[in-house]
T-cell receptor, first 115, second 112 residues
């Protein structure tokens, strides 16, 4: 199993550009999510999905879109990049949600810089 | 929503000493408390977790304690080693929600 795979690992964008961060997992996990990590602020939830066709907003959803057409994939779209979106992005998945104790598996992270 | 506070933000200890990191939370319905370790440039990885019906859990040199009444839980690392140097995050979760809430992280440095 490859686990949770994110691409690209590094990206530089110009303000106003759009892009998609890809995330795929091969563990048949129901739950997938996107976090951003900023210095001194920990990990903040952007969007999450509890299954194919179902998505919901997290703590900081503005400026981002997601979709979940398959169990395996959960792409994150930046519609019009802003410097405030410069961050490290982590995709994460777990087997199911609603049962406390399910381990979250993180992808390797995507370093995004918006200039 | 939940508010998770983590202290200290940085911690330096001599090799062999113990390290303690504490988190407080606000939502009394939170019932699962994991700890993650993140090495520089790497992804966070689960190192230990505890559920609300347990007061303490140990795994070799690491342990977690939970005080539900006071709404705080702590990570204890004994006999620290240089490879323990990393950022540690606490988190909370409750069954009726669909997200984890993370603390802001503690950067631990173990000095050889």
């Amino acid at each position: 199993n490859a686990g949770v795979t994110q691409t690209p690992k590094f990206q530089v964008l110009k303000t106003g550009q759009s892009m998609t961060l890809q995330c795929a997992q091969d563990m048949n996990h129901e739950y997938m999510s996107w976090y951003r990590q900023d210095p001194g602020m920990g990990l903040r939830l952007i969007h999450y999905s509890v299954g194919a066709g179902i998505t919901d907003q997290g703590e900081v959803p503005n400026g981002y879109n997601v979709s979940r057409s398959t169990t395996e994939d959960f792409p994150l779209r930046l519609l019009s990049a802003a410097p405030s979106q410069t961050s490290v992005y982590f995709c994460a998945s777990s087997y199911s949600f609603g049962n406390s104790g399910n381990t979250i598996y993180f992808g390797e992270g995507s370093w995004l810089t918006v200039v | 929503g939940e508010n998770v506070e983590q202290h200290p933000s940085t911690l330096s200890v001599q090799e062999g000493d113990s390290a303690v990191i504490k988190c407080t939370y606000s939502d009394s319905a939170s019932n699962y408390f994991p700890w993650y370790k993140q090495e520089l440039g790497k992804r966070p990885q689960l190192i230990i977790d505890i559920r609300s019906n347990v007061g303490e859990k140990k795994d070799q040199r690491i342990a977690v304690t939970l005080n539900k009444t006071a709404k705080h839980f702590s990570l204890h690392i004994t006999e620290t080693q240089p490879e323990d140097s990393a950022v540690y995050f606490c988190a909370t979760y409750r069954n009726t929600g669909n997200q984890f809430y993370f603390g802001t992280g503690t950067s631990l440095t173990v000095i050889p």
